[in-house]
T-cell receptor, first 114, second 118 residues
Framework: AQSVTQLDSQVPVFEEAPVELRCNYSSSVSVYLFWYVQYPNQGLQLLLK??????LVKGINGFEAEFNKSQTSFHLRKPSVHISDTAEYFC????????????FGKGTRLSVIA | GAVVSQHPSRVICKSGTSVKIECRSLDFQATTMFWYRQFPKQSLMLMAT?????????EQGVEKDKFLINHASLTLSTLTVTSAHPEDSSFYICSARLPGQGSTGELFFGEGSRLTVL
């Protein structure tokens, strides 16, 4: 079975400051890793994903994440946040084979302060 | 990207009644859809995997008779909460991938349906 831990439930940050949202996972098998964002009153949208290859993955809206196999982490970063980045961010994993569902972390609420 | 739409977005019902939530893939066919439940400040918990033309696969602890899932066509899956009680109040979200996409593919999510049982 897989599990995902997002260590911070809420992260307040000032506008234009950098941010890191932490994600650790546990799995007995190899997994794919994802970050989704949920804006208020909207469905979840894919930010980025790691499947294989380079451990640094770039996504939309200036976000990037780095896969660290030894630490079983997949932290999300952005060098300079905007007010519009205020949202709920979810880290998720899936098994490698088949049309399988995602297993999500509890989410991190990013609040960008002007 | 692909569009998944849910209806209704919000529903309030009395305890003991049944509520149906629809999930549609608007511009693609989805043989498989996933239903999640999200509690406030908590993760999305997978409830069941809906398969077109066959029975849904429920996660451990999810009552099959309470949460009826029907996937009668390639673009529509429905979740019916039967004899709803206040503890069933939650945010229900469906999702699906494009045809032929395995686990590397993006999961597209509906906007969610907030159920409040009085």
């Amino acid at each position: 079975a897989q599990s995902v831990t997002q260590l911070d439930s809420q992260v307040p940050v000032f506008e234009e400051a950098p941010v890191e949202l932490r994600c650790n996972y546990s799995s007995s098998v190899s997994v794919y890793l994802f970050w989704y964002v949920q804006y208020p009153n909207q469905g979840l949208q894919l930010l980025l994903k790691y499947l294989s290859g380079s451990t640094l993955v770039k996504g939309i809206n200036g976000f990037e994440a780095e896969f660290n196999k030894s630490q079983t982490s997949f932290h999300l970063r952005k060098p300079s946040v905007h007010i519009s980045d205020t949202a709920e961010y979810f880290c998720a994993v899936s098994r490698l084979s088949g049309n399988t569902p995602l297993v999500f972390g509890k989410g991190t609420r990013l609040s960008v302060i002007a | 990207g692909a569009v998944v739409s849910q209806h209704p977005s919000r529903v309030i019902c009395k305890s003991g009644t049944s509520v149906k939530i629809e999930c549609r893939s608007l511009d693609f066919q989805a043989t498989t859809m996933f239903w999640y439940r999200q509690f406030p400040k908590q993760s999305l918990m997978l409830m069941a995997t809906s398969n077109e033309g066959s029975k849904a696969t429920y996660e451990q602890g999810v009552e099959k008779d309470k949460f009826l899932i029907n996937h009668a066509s390639l673009t529509l899956s429905t979740l019916t909460v039967t004899s709803a009680h206040p503890e069933d109040s939650s945010f229900y979200i469906c999702s699906a991938r494009l045809p032929g996409q395995g686990s590397t593919g993006e999961l597209f999510f509906g906007e969610g349906s907030r159920l409040t049982v009085l």
